[in-house]
């Protein structure tokens, strides 16, 4: 009876052995336990073919699999990233170990591999797109610069086309004193445009922000009435960029012309502001070419999203249309001249 009790006994701890490996068996992760001297306690499937796959042989120790791990990385095909592992079929499993202890005391050492490669994956493309984030971040920084430069450029060209027209102002007036019997107050308001337009040559801003009025009485020094129909916005910035059309278009039109009068019509739609120009002066013999001042007020109006046309026949007219935005009816309006 002993006997048989003993045998059954045997039977029922081998079939709950049997049970427990099939169970570890079935684990995702590698697992194995070593016993306190290192020898291999339990050990699952997945950890028997990783082993085999680091070192080409049968785990039997945990020194030997330490060993393994801190070699592999060398040999083999097998990547080493920290305590990850990946290894030629793509998969990428990490390594840890800790030591667990038995009711009976008996500490034992628990070697896990984990799968993690779906996080590995998603690591990897997460530092793709970290690297693609960083050459955009440079690329900006690039255009940013880029813009900064474009920006100066426009200031510079702004700077020059103010400082052209304040020549060519002051240059028309003194002209006007020489060539024509003027009171002798005009002949000081003539002294004192030249004089202004050379001290802005002198100091550190030579752009002032002038307005409307100002511009009409420098026009009218150099010999030009100027007439304005229409609604000036109330915005600084379109408003002076209408005031350098203005202002050169009345340069041109004193020494190309010899005109004495500029009308000025300023209509208004939706989103933008045209501008149309003419003179009383002598008509062009032939169409105009763009350069110098023109040449610089076009390029600034362009910039500003604008457009600007010259109609040379059957007589001048400057035609300059920018984009308005929500200044639409802002500004002061005038029905001839400014200083009527």
């Not at 048989?4 to 081998?14: D, I, N, T």
């Not at 304005?228 to 041109?252: F, H, Q, S, T, Y």
Request: hydrophobic fraction near 40%; charge should be neutral; proline fraction near 4%.
């Amino acid at each position: 009876m002993e006997a048989l009790k003993a045998v059954r006994q045997f039977k029922v701890r081998h079939e709950l052995r049997t049970a427990v490996k099939e169970a570890f068996d079935t684990l995702p992760s590698a697992v194995c336990y070593f016993a306190p001297n290192g020898t291999v306690k339990l050990c699952n499937a997945a950890m028997d073919a990783l082993f085999h796959k680091i070192a080409q042989s049968d785990l039997q120790s945990l020194d030997e699999l330490r060993g393994a791990l801190s070699t592999c990385g060398n040999t083999g095909g097998i990547l080493r990233e920290g305590s990850v592992f990946i290894f030629p079929d793509g998969k990428a499993w990490k390594y840890s170990e800790r030591e667990v202890t038995t009711a009976q005391g008996m500490v034992f050492t628990e070697a896990v591999f984990d799968d993690v490669t779906a996080l590995h994956e998603k690591q990897r493309e997460l530092q793709r797109q970290s690297r693609e984030l960083q050459k955009m971040y440079r690329e900006l920084d690039a255009l940013s610069e880029n813009l900064r430069e474009m920006a100066r450029e426009q200031e510079l060209l702004h700077l020059k086309t103010r400082l052209h027209d304040q020549m060519n102002m002051g240059i028309a007036a003194i002209r006007q004193v020489l060539c024509q019997d003027t009171p002798s107050g005009g002949n000081a308001d003539a002294i004192r445009q030249f004089r202004r337009a050379m001290r802005n040559l002198r100091e550190e801003n030579p752009c002032p922000r002038d307005g409307v009025p100002e511009f009409i009485r420098d026009a009218e020094v150099s010999g030009v009435r100027v007439e304005i129909r229409g609604e000036l916005p109330a915005g600084d910035k379109l408003r002076r960029l209408i005031l350098a059309v203005m202002r050169e278009a009345c340069i041109n039109a004193i020494r190309h012309a010899d005109a004495s009068a500029l009308a000025v019509v300023l209509d208004w739609a939706a989103d933008t502001v045209t501008l149309r120009i003419t003179n009383d002066g002598r008509r062009p013999d032939r169409e105009i070419v763009l350069r110098g001042g023109l040449l610089n007020l076009e390029k600034v109006i362009v910039r500003a999203g604008g457009r600007m046309e010259i109609r040379s026949k059957p007589e001048f007219m400057l035609t300059v249309t920018l984009p308005a935005g929500e200044e639409n009816g802002q500004g002061v309006r005038y029905d001839k001249s400014p200083c009527g």
